[in-house]
């Protein structure tokens, strides 16, 4: 994750000359890999904001295609509608990470356009306001003392970056992953669900849906997995490192198309996104979104993939997760 994490800082610089926004059609869609209520969710509404502010900006329709943890969506954009010219397609970090594990089959990085990175985002770990563990150590001590008594929550499945984040965890305290239990669920909306029924009792997910439902009177955020605190709702909310636990996981948000699009109109959305990121307004947005600056497109964003992608792999392996 090293390499990741400074392909990241090196993109938060990132900088495009403003221009007026190219022609988009009068309705595009956007596609929500998962079910309402997660981060790809907030994915698709922050294009969708961002878009609306501009001059003559087209509507941006959303549509949920939840299922495989992003695989039905992939595999239906990539086949059956791989050239619908506007259409997007929200993705993550997990989704890079599938793709490093041969879990979208033999679909690889180059088989679809990659538009847009809108932000970054970071890993988090939460419980119920009433849980008994108040912080990080508390939740460690209760997985040395009986991993099967704790029930976490997760998007994917086996190998999804939630399930990774909590791996990691567990190793760094002398527990063995592959006793940890698991329930896969379908978004981080489904997460905060589960938990707040008390179905499961600890949630692995990621810092800009807990924004989405953080209350203190319902949901206690342990540890933010990033380098540093950050500002906002969560600012008081320390990172795993200060709690003696070297976890980070950065997490890249963003958009691609189908493989079949025509250069001038994936230009033309590669265009459109480059004048939206450069204006003022959208800083605001990002963050209201939960997110972190983290700009890339186009070509460059591509490049960033690949490697992405390959780190991912090398991680993955090391926990024997590559088919």
């Not at 490093?100 to 890993?123: C, E, I, M, P």
Request: proline letters at 5%; aromatic letters at 8%.
């Amino acid at each position: 994750m090293k390499t990741l994490r400074i392909l990241i800082a090196a993109a938060m610089v990132n900088s495009l000359a403003a221009a007026a926004i190219p022609a988009i059609a009068a309705d595009a869609e956007c596609v929500v890999p998962s079910k309402p209520g997660g981060a790809m969710d907030i994915t698709c509404k922050l294009a969708q904001k961002a878009l609306q502010a501009r001059p003559n900006a087209p509507k941006l329709k959303l549509s949920y295609m939840p299922g495989g943890i992003g695989a039905v969506a992939w595999h239906t954009m990539e086949s059956q509608r791989r050239a619908e010219p506007d259409t997007l397609v929200a993705f993550s970090g997990g989704s890079l990470l599938n793709l490093a594990q041969g879990k979208f089959g033999k679909a690889t990085a180059n088989d679809v356009r990659w538009v847009a990175a809108l932000g970054a985002d970071y890993g988090m770990i939460a419980v119920r306001a009433d849980s008994p563990y108040h912080k990080l150590g508390d939740l460690v001590d209760a997985l040395k003392s009986d991993p099967a008594k704790v029930l976490i929550g997760m998007s994917g499945t086996i190998g999804s970056q939630d399930w990774i984040k909590m791996a990691l965890l567990a190793r760094q305290a002398g527990v063995d992953p592959r006793q940890l239990r698991f329930v896969a669920l379908e978004g981080g909306g489904e997460e905060f669900t589960a938990m707040q029924a008390d179905y499961v009792q600890v949630i692995s997910g990621d810092t800009s849906e807990a924004t989405l439902y953080v209350d203190p009177r319902k949901i206690r955020v342990l540890a933010v997995l990033a380098d540093h605190r950050l500002p906002g709702v969560l600012s008081k909310v320390p990172t795993a490192r200060e709690q003696g636990y070297d976890v980070v996981w950065p997490i890249i948000r963003g958009l691609w198309m189908g493989p079949g699009v025509s250069d001038a109109d994936y230009r033309r959305w590669v265009q459109a996104f480059e004048h939206i990121e450069t204006d003022p307004g959208f800083a605001k947005m990002r963050a209201e979104a939960g997110l972190h600056p983290f700009s890339l497109t186009g070509d460059a964003l591509s490049n960033y993939i690949k490697q992405a992608v390959a780190d991912y792999n090398r991680q993955a392996r090391q926990f024997n997760l590559v088919r």
